[in-house]
């Protein structure tokens, strides 16, 4: 009998696409697979549809709380809403609970850090489905709406905006490499595989006190749904950082990127801890290409950070008052400059990006071995 070949989830979604006759001829479908949502026309505004499936085994330290998982799978899936631009209209749940979770008061909890998302984002659950499952899978598909999607690559070519869009620069919100810390915080000091608690423990205990907010990262993401509504028109590009920057940056396709911004983006925190625990600027690099499930937005823009920053501003003192009746929306953010589109080629410091740090694996994808 011949064994099944490695695959990965990217050779699993082209053998889809390519069997996915069902979208031809549909006028209605503008975007399917192959962005971080699929759109539907509905005349003047457009229908933005996502989804987004985690199990307990490879989405949830051992060390979140129910309450920190229900949120995440809001954060999860409203995060790709925010990549597209969009407003979030509602989300659907479909949960699956083995015999551990199966446990009133787990998903009592688990219930309501979904609801805090919820309403922190303004994306109300209006539905899902429950099951019987061998360890907890949580499954959600969430709506958005938006008159201007922004996609992961430039839909405008043929146009004068064309040339802008070579013109552009890169940037993402915010900084990049909690996620990464907090995992390395978590697997070297937090739990033991074969033992569950390690001697080290108390270690991890005081680096989370040290550093809460790279655990923070971990346990509450947020999704930035304020920064993409209010950078709609103003960019070219958009996805969400959920497979670690060095696999999203592809989406973009051509472009030179720098060490140094990218390590500027990095907060003080995150270098702080990095000198704590002897990691060197090449080794935090790696650690922020590979820091997956960041949710900060990747983006494109002709415009410069000062002009976006300004956006941002302008935009979180409007939303002011929205915020206080509704607590919806986060409203301190920033965009930082990694780097610029070129017309050929994928760079970082003049080096081809595949032959950088040759070996280390960027970003993030499921493999399934034999």
């Not at 989405?59 to 990549?83: C, E, M, W, Y």
């Not at 070519?157 to 909690?178: R, V």
Request: glycine fraction near 6%.
């Amino acid at each position: 009998m011949t064994k099944n070949a490695k695959i990965n989830e990217l050779e699993i979604i082209n053998i889809i696409q390519k069997n996915n006759t069902s979208i031809k001829g549909n006028s209605n479908v503008i975007k399917s697979i192959g962005d971080d949502c699929a759109v539907i026309d509905l005349g003047v505004n457009k229908l933005v549809i996502t989804t987004d499936m985690l199990f307990r085994s490879t989405h949830f330290p051992k060390l979140l709380t129910p309450f920190q998982i229900g949120k995440r799978v809001i954060t999860a899936n409203v995060s790709d809403i925010a990549s597209m631009c969009a407003k979030p209209l509602g989300i659907v749940i479909s949960m699956g609970f083995d015999s551990e979770t199966a446990d009133k008061n787990y998903i009592d909890e688990l219930s309501k850090g979904i609801n805090s998302a919820c309403c922190e984002y303004n994306c109300p659950l209006v539905g899902g489905d429950t099951n019987k499952s061998k360890e907890l899978v949580l499954s959600g598909t969430a709506f958005g709406i938006t008159p201007n999607p922004v996609y992961r690559t430039f839909e405008m070519a043929g146009n004068e905006n064309e040339q802008k869009d070579l013109d552009s620069n890169i940037y993402i919100t915010n900084d990049l490499g909690k996620v990464s810390c907090a995992l390395l915080m978590y697997e070297k000091y937090l739990f033991d595989k074969k033992n569950g608690v390690p001697d080290s423990f108390n270690t991890g205990l005081k680096l989370i006190n040290e550093y809460p907010e790279i655990f923070k990262k971990l346990s509450e993401p947020k999704a930035r749904i304020f920064e993409g509504m209010a950078l709609n028109g103003h960019i070219n590009t958009c996805c969400d950082i959920s497979d670690g920057l060095g696999k999203d940056i592809t989406y973009i396709k051509d472009f030179e990127l720098y060490s140094e911004d990218i390590l500027n983006c990095a907060s003080s925190e995150t270098f702080e801890f990095c000198e704590e625990l002897n990691i060197d600027d090449m080794n935090l690099l790696d650690l922020i290409l590979n820091s997956g499930e960041e949710f900060e937005l990747l983006f494109s823009s002709f415009n410069s950070p000062n002009y976006l920053n300004n956006i941002l501003e302008k935009n979180k003192n409007k939303n002011k008052i929205k915020t206080k009746k509704e607590n919806n929306l986060s409203t301190s953010s920033k965009v930082v400059k990694i780097g610029k589109k070129i017309e050929n080629g994928q760079y970082i410091d003049d080096i081809e990006f595949k032959e950088f740090h040759k070996g280390t694996i960027k970003g993030y994808v499921h493999h399934w071995d034999n």
